[in-house]
Every structure is written in structure tokens, then in C-alpha cells.
């Protein structure tokens, strides 16, 4: 049985301020929620103060981003050792930083990298654009984005993985996918897996969805098989949406 994962990316929102206020509400209305991982996704500015802040919750925190180098002179970045003071996952991957900061496959398998080799959980994200799907290529996108991606992990590593698919076109829309058309790419990213690592990882590793998440759909979309939990985004920045959606059943 696969735990179910749900995480809020909170992406570029809340200062300190509001942020303690988030919690605030989060906090109460999360109780009771069992038999799932629950993870919030803060900007670096605010690690330090969720950390705090969810002390003896179970809760987990993630960072959104890491620079694969371990130090030296790149203004503005953040390491893996430096998130690990503070976070215990971290999001790579995610479309937002593929599309505006030019992350490709290469770059997002040497952030996943140095992101273990320094005790961070990965919530590696992907997912093809409208165009993509379009022509009819979705799950082409995505078994590449998924074997350069994890290119050269160990099968021990992945105990470290959580795949997100978002597809592009879902993400900020309110167009979700429906919970079949998810179920399928999840599917498909399970059966990967098999030959490229082994059955037990297929098996084992969780494969989340992204994209236009809330309180409505997400029971739907939790129904399903193959899909482990979920990745939402503007329903998070809500502290009752997010609580909603992870008591969904
Ligand atoms: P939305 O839920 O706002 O569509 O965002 C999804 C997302 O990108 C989570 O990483």
C-alpha cells in the first residue's frame, strides 16, 4: 500500500506574516487527517518559519527549488546542504522553472541528484504543454521527461523519489484533467519504471497529480489506482482548501 502524499505549493506567495497566519488556521483544521503525508512548499524566505512551525505535526516542509553546485559563486542560488538546514523534501522539476528559468531534463537529473546526496526527498515534476498533447505526444514527454530525469539514481534512491505529473495545460487553468485522463499517464509512469529500475519500485514509488487541484475534484481524482495523492497549488495558499482537500476520500 502506498501512503498517500499531498502537498501545497504555496510558488512565489506570503510573506512571514501571512504565513504565520496560514498556520494558524492550518493547523486546526487539519486535525484529525490520518494515513496521509502532508507536505507544505514554502519560498526559501519562510523555511525557516514553517520549520518552526510545524514542530510535533508530522507535517513536512519542502523547498521549491535548489542549485545542483554545492557552493561558489552563483549570486542568488541555494544549495542542496543549505535547503537540508531547513527542509526535508524539495520540489525539481516543476514547469514553472522549466518554462521561465530554462531547466531542461539534464539540469533537473543534477539538482535531483545533489537534492539526495544531501538527504532531501524529491517531488520531481512533469508533464507535457496543450501543444504536446495536441499532437499526441503526451506520453512520449513524459517517459522522457521521467528517464532523463532520473537518469543514473540507484533503485536505493528512489525510495527518495515522489513523482508529480502536472500536465502544463492543467496548471493556474482550472482545466483539470479528468481523474481517467491522469489514471493513464499515472499508469503509463508506473509501467517505466519496471524496466528501468524493477517491479518492486514500480510498485512502491508514489505518483502524484498536479494541476488545477481543489476541494470539488480532488476526491475524484484520489479515487483513482494509480495516483497517490496530490500537488496543489492555488487551493493551498486557502489553509481551510488545503485541509479539505487532504481529508478528501
Ligand atoms: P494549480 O493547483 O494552481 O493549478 O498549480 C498546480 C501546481 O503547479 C503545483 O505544483
Known amino acids: 500500500m502506498r501512503k498517500r502524499f499531498i502537498a501545497g505549493n504555496w510558488k512565489m506567495h506570503k510573506t512571514k506574516e501571512e504565513s504565520l497566519a496560514y498556520m494558524q488556521e492550518f493547523r486546526q483544521y487539519i486535525q484529525g487527517a490520518k494515513d496521509v503525508d502532508i507536505v507544505l512548499a514554502v519560498p526559501f524566505t519562510l523555511l525557516e518559519t514553517i520549520k518552526k512551525e510545524i514542530e510535533n505535526t508530522g507535517i513536512g516542509v519542502a523547498a521549491q527549488n535548489i542549485f545542483y553546485e554545492e557552493q561558489g559563486a552563483f549570486t542568488g542560488e541555494v544549495s542542496a546542504a543549505m535547503a537540508k538546514d531547513f527542509a526535508d523534501y524539495v520540489i525539481i522539476g516543476h514547469s514553472e522553472r522549466r518554462k521561465y528559468f530554462n531547466e531542461t531534463n539534464e539540469i533537473v537529473n543534477k539538482k535531483i541528484k545533489a537534492a539526495i546526496g544531501k538527504g532531501l526527498k524529491v517531488i520531481f515534476c512533469l508533464g507535457e504543454t496543450q501543444d504536446e498533447r495536441n499532437q499526441g505526444k503526451t506520453k512520449q514527454v513524459a517517459e522522457t521527461q521521467l528517464r532523463e530525469g532520473l537518469a543514473g539514481l540507484t533503485i536505493d534512491n528512489m525510495k527518495s523519489i515522489i513523482i508529480a505529473y502536472e500536465p502544463v495545460w492543467a496548471i493556474g487553468t482550472g482545466n483539470t484533467a479528468t481523474p481517467e485522463q491522469a489514471e493513464e499517464v499515472h499508469a503509463f509512469l508506473r509501467e517505466i519504471l519496471k524496466p528501468v529500475f524493477n517491479d518492486q519500485v514500480a510498485q512502491e514509488t508514489r505518483i502524484i497529480y498536479g494541476g488545477s ?37
Request: with cysteine; net charge negative.
Open 213 to 249: 487541484v481543489n476541494p470539488e475534484n480532488a476526491s475524484a481524482i484520489l479515487q483513482k489506482e494509480n495516483i497517490d495523492g496530490c500537488l496543489p497549488g492555488g487551493a493551498s495558499l486557502d489553509p481551510q482548501k488545503l485541509a479539505n482537500i487532504i481529508k478528501s476520500q
